[in-house]
């Protein structure tokens, strides 16, 4: 599957209406650009550079990469655990660049994600840790309805988003 798209009316303070949201597959001619995106300062010790991402994933099997684009332009990143045979599905970086946050584009690519990891074998919820703190990604996790396990992983919060069967006119089943 080369992309994942979504066009809706985006919500959120400074939200592009209308933007076409997809996640693509990073390719030789797109690397460059991809890791050149970068996070505010205060938010580098939240997610690793998509460079070191990308190389990690190289070594991990397991491992679902994509660029997030708005409009055809290039604005962040994630990386899935994509293990389908625990069956286990850990949202593992999610990134975007300084310049495109607040405009909802965040929330699109994890409603993307979501699309792609129902379609997984045995899928029923997915998992994430973020770290903990002020000016953190835990109320952006809370607004997507991910809930605090409990459980601590290296420092950080794990959260666990159920994953409800997707509605029939989006399977067309
Ligand atoms: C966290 C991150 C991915 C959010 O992306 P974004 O595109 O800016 O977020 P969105 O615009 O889609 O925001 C969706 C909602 O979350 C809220 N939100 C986003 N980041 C927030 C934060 N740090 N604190 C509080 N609320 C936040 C928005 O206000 C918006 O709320 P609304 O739906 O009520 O309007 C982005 O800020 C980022 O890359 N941060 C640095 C890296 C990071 O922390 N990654 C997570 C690793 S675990």
Request: glycine share 10%; charged share 25%; aromatic share 10%.
């Amino acid at each position: 599957m080369a992309s994942l798209v979504g066009r809706r009316a985006l919500g959120g303070v400074g939200a592009a209406p209308d933007v076409t949201v997809e996640l693509r597959e990073v390719t030789g001619e797109t690397v460059r650009a991809i890791c050149r995106l970068t996070v505010a300062p205060h938010q580098e010790s939240f997610v690793a550079l998509n460079a070191v991402s990308i190389a990690e994933a190289y070594f991990h099997p397991t491992a679902w990469f994509r660029a997030i684009y708005a409009d055809g332009e290039p604005v962040g990143f994630l990386m899935l655990d994509d293990d389908d045979a625990t069956p286990l599905y850990t949202l593992w970086r999610l990134m975007i660049a300084e310049q495109f946050q607040g405009r909802g584009y965040g929330k699109r690519a994890i409603e993307l994600l979501i699309d792609y990891v129902r379609s997984r074998p045995g899928a029923t919820a997915l998992m994430t840790s973020w770290v903990p703190g002020e000016r953190g990604p835990a109320e952006f996790y809370r607004k997507l309805g991910f809930e605090p396990t409990g459980e601590i992983d290296d420092g950080e919060v794990v959260g666990r988003l159920a994953l409800e069967p997707a509605p029939r006119w989006r399977t067309g089943s």
